[in-house]
C-alpha cells in the first residue's frame, strides 16, 4: 500500500515538472524571444512533442526494464527465492538440473570470450568494453529466467506450458508502476533537453 503511494507521488511529481517545464519554456521564450530556449507550445515545439515521442522512450533502459522484470517474475514464480533447503526429491533434482545448465552456460560464455580471437572480444581483443559487455545485463536476464523456469518446472512448480508463460508476464505486470514512470521521466528529460 505504501508503495502504491510513492508511485503515486511520484508520477504526480514528474507530471508536475512536465507541466512547469512547459510553461516555464513558453514564458521565456516568449519575455526573450532571442534567447536559445525553445517553446514546447510554440509551432517547433509542437511538432517536435508529437513528432519524437517514440524517439524519446527508445532508449536502452526500456528493453533493460523489461529483461530485469521478466526476470524477477520468472525467479519469484520458482520458488527459487523461498528455497531455503530442498526439501523434497524434486526440488534436490531439480536444483542439480539447474546447476547442470549453469555449468553449461558458464562453459559456453568461456569459449565465446575466454579464449584468443573468441567471437564475443572487442576487436582490439578485450572483455571490456566488447560485445559480450554490451549485453552483459540482458544476458544475465536470460540466463536468470532460463534457469528458473527450468527449476520450476522440473521442481514441480509449473505443471503447464501456461504457468511457463505466466511467471514472465507476471514479473512485468508486478513491474508494471516503473513503466508508467519511465514513460513520463523519459519524456520529462527529452522535453528538457530540447527547451534547453
Same mark, same amino acid.
Given at each position: 500500500?505504501?508503495?502504491?503511494? +510513492?508511485?503515486?507521488?511520484?508520477?504526480?511529481? &514528474?507530471?508536475?515538472?512536465?507541466l !512547469?517545464l512547459i510553461? #516555464?519554456?513558453?514564458?521565456?521564450?516568449?519575455?526573450?524571444?532571442?534567447?536559445?530556449?525553445?517553446?514546447? &507550445?510554440?509551432?517547433?515545439?509542437l511538432?517536435?512533442?508529437?513528432?519524437?515521442?517514440m524517439?524519446?522512450?527508445?532508449?536502452? /533502459?526500456?528493453?533493460? @526494464?523489461?529483461?530485469?522484470?521478466?526476470?524477477w517474475?520468472?525467479?519469484?514464480a520458482?520458488?527459487?527465492?523461498? !528455497?531455503?533447503?530442498? =526439501?523434497?526429491?524434486?526440488?534436490?533434482?531439480?536444483?542439480?538440473? #539447474? $546447476? +547442470?545448465?549453469?555449468? /553449461?552456460?558458464?562453459?559456453?560464455?568461456? !569459449? !565465446? =570470450? $575466454? *579464449?584468443?580471437?573468441?567471437?564475443?572480444?572487442?576487436?582490439?581483443?578485450?572483455? %571490456?568494453?566488447?560485445s559480450?559487455?554490451?549485453? @552483459?545485463?540482458?544476458?544475465?536476464?536470460?540466463?536468470?529466467? *532460463? =534457469?528458473?523456469?527450468?527449476?520450476?518446472?522440473?521442481?514441480g512448480?509449473? =505443471?503447464? %506450458?501456461?504457468?511457463?508463460?505466466d511467471?514472465?508476464?507476471?514479473? +512485468?505486470?508486478?513491474?508494471?508502476?516503473?513503466f508508467?514512470?519511465? /514513460? *513520463? $521521466?523519459?519524456?520529462?528529460? $527529452?522535453?528538457?533537453?530540447? #527547451?534547453?
Amino acid at each position: 500500500m505504501r508503495t502504491k503511494k +510513492i508511485f503515486g507521488a511520484l508520477v504526480v511529481v &514528474l507530471l508536475a515538472a512536465w507541466l !512547469l517545464l512547459i510553461l #516555464v519554456s513558453w514564458l521565456i521564450a516568449a519575455a526573450m524571444p532571442q534567447s536559445a530556449v525553445h517553446s514546447l &507550445l510554440s509551432n517547433e515545439g509542437l511538432r517536435w512533442l508529437f513528432g519524437s515521442l517514440m524517439q524519446n522512450l527508445s532508449t536502452p /533502459v526500456l528493453p533493460a @526494464l523489461l529483461l530485469v522484470s521478466m526476470g524477477w517474475g520468472c525467479l519469484d514464480a520458482s520458488g527459487l527465492l523461498q !528455497l531455503h533447503s530442498p =526439501t523434497t526429491y524434486r526440488q534436490r533434482f531439480a536444483l542439480r538440473l #539447474v $546447476a +547442470i545448465e549453469l555449468a /553449461v552456460i558458464v562453459v559456453a560464455l568461456l !569459449l !565465446l =570470450t $575466454a *579464449i584468443p580471437h573468441a567471437p564475443l572480444l572487442s576487436a582490439t581483443g578485450v572483455l %571490456f568494453p566488447s560485445s559480450f559487455s554490451d549485453s @552483459l545485463l540482458p544476458l544475465v536476464c536470460i540466463i536468470v529466467i *532460463i =534457469t528458473s523456469l527450468t527449476y520450476g518446472y522440473a521442481s514441480g512448480k509449473f =505443471t503447464s %506450458f501456461q504457468m511457463l508463460i505466466d511467471a514472465p508476464v507476471a514479473g +512485468i505486470r508486478k513491474a508494471s508502476p516503473l513503466f508508467l514512470l519511465y /514513460v *513520463i $521521466a523519459a519524456e520529462l528529460y $527529452a522535453s528538457f533537453c530540447f #527547451v534547453f
